[in-house]
């Protein structure tokens, strides 16, 4: 799929399955917003002159996707600096790897304001984008196998998956007058940061090993390996260019055969 002269802005496109994201994207022809928390400024940089080298544009824009007006401001960043505004991927995301019994208030509002909110200030965001310039649009949000199935011991971050869900259905109904459509990607278990915490955390509280309940869910997968943040972007790539434009409130698992529904 090849696009010209359109714009994506990618939120935690300094590391991780974003930055598998803003290149896939880079090289189907978009220029790219890589947006992040400020103390992820350099990783960001790296980025960019990833995107560069592919012959796209890039900029990098300071966010902190739990404030709307932080968000707000990245959008018209992005649109100021790259002269449009086309798509946004909501993939910004936090993890916590806590028993129900055990959250406390701090941490259910953070993974919330950081998983939930941030998804539809995104959402809320790029509408007025879209409307300003007077052109439809592509929403994208992080799901995750975790948005279909609760699982044990991440349930905060199970319930706010849920809630992505529950978003993208409700905001492809209320945005599909405008032509705009949203969809998200349920990814499995990718080999990021994300996954080197959860099981870091996971040992602490079964006394496995290091490693050994990342090799556990990953022998678990039928196509039998570890998911790539290429992997993902692929499914990015999908309903970001026009292939997708009837497709609207989905949930895509991308996860080598681990849910089937
Ligand atoms: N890794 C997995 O196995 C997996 C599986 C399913 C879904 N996901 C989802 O994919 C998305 C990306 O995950 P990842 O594995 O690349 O994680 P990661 O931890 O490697 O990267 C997350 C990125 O988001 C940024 N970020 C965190 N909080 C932010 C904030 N408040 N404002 C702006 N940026 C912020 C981080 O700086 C980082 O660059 C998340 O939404 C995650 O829930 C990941």
């Not at 968000?71 to 936090?94: C, E, K, P, W, Y």
């Not at 905060?156 to 969809?183: D, H, M």
């Not at 998911?227 to 989905?250: I, N």
């Amino acid at each position: 799929m090849t696009v010209t002269n359109k714009v994506a802005l990618v939120t935690g496109a300094g590391q991780g399955i974003g930055r598998g994201i803003a290149l896939r994207l880079a090289q189907d022809g978009f220029d790219i917003a890589v947006a992040d928390l400020a103390v992820q400024a350099e990783k960001a940089a790296g980025v960019i002159t990833e995107i560069e080298a592919l012959g796209r544009a890039a900029v990098f824009v300071s966010v902190d996707v739990s404030q709307r007006d932080d968000v707000f401001a990245a959008v018209d960043a992005a649109a100021q600096r790259l002269g449009g505004f086309d798509v946004i991927v909501n993939n910004a995301g936090i993890a916590q790897v806590t028993p129900l019994s055990e959250i406390t208030e701090d941490e259910l509002d953070s993974i919330f304001r950081i998983n939930v909110n941030s998804v539809i200030w995104g959402i809320q965001a790029a509408v007025a984008k879209f409307d300003e310039l007077g052109r439809p649009g592509k929403i994208i949000n992080a799901a995750s196998i975790a948005s279909i199935q609760g699982f044990p011991i991440l349930g905060a971050y199970s319930a706010s998956k849920f809630a992505v869900r529950g978003i993208t259905q409700v905001a492809a109904q209320e945005l599909a007058p405008k032509n705009i459509t949203v969809n998200a990607y349920a990814p499995g278990i990718v080999g990021t940061g994300m996954w080197d915490l959860i099981d870091e955390k996971l040992s602490v509280i079964n006394g496995k090993p290091r490693g050994q309940n990342l090799k556990e869910n990953v022998d678990g997968i039928a196509l039998g390996r570890i998911e790539t943040p290429e992997d993902v972007a692929k499914v990015v790539s999908f309903f970001a260019g026009p292939d997708s434009d009837y497709v609207t409130g989905q949930v895509l698992l991308v996860d080598g055969g681990m849910l089937y529904n």
